[in-house]
C-alpha cells in the first residue's frame, strides 16, 4: 500500500491540452493553406479577366476593320465607278456595233490524236 501512497495519479488535463495543440497547429496550417489558395485563384482571375478584355478589344478592332473593308468593296465596285472606269480608261462602250461573233467547233478525239501525232 505504501507505493500506491506515493504513485501520484495521471493528470488527464495535460493529455487533453496535447492534442488541443495538435488541432490547433493543423487548423493555423488550414489556415495559412486557404489563404495562399485564395491568393492564388484570385491572381489567376486577374489574368484571365485581363486575357478576356484584351480579346475583346482584338474582337472590336477586327470587326470595326471588316466594316472599313466592307464600305471600301462597296465603293470599289459600285455600277458607276465601274462604268466609269471602263469609258475612261479601257476605252469600252456600248456601241454592239463593233462586235464579232467567234464559234469554237469542239475538236473531235481522233482529229486530236491526229494533231498530238504530227506535233510529236
Do not use: C
Amino acid at each position: 500500500m505504501a507505493r500506491e501512497l506515493t504513485k501520484a495519479p495521471k493528470p488527464t488535463h495535460l493529455k487533453i491540452n496535447k492534442w488541443r495543440g495538435l488541432f490547433l497547429f493543423i487548423l493555423v496550417l488550414f489556415i495559412i493553406g486557404s489563404l495562399v489558395a485564395i491568393s492564388k485563384v484570385e491572381h489567376q482571375v486577374r489574368i484571365l479577366e485581363s486575357q478576356y478584355y484584351q480579346s475583346l478589344k482584338l474582337a472590336l478592332k477586327a470587326n470595326e476593320e471588316w466594316g472599313r473593308l466592307r464600305l471600301e468593296k462597296e465603293h470599289l465596285t459600285a455600277p458607276a465607278r465601274v462604268e466609269h472606269i471602263a469609258k475612261t480608261e479601257l476605252n469600252m462602250t456600248l456601241d454592239k456595233s463593233n462586235y464579232q461573233t467567234i464559234y469554237l467547233m469542239p475538236v473531235l478525239r481522233e482529229e486530236n490524236r491526229v494533231l498530238e501525232q504530227q506535233g510529236e
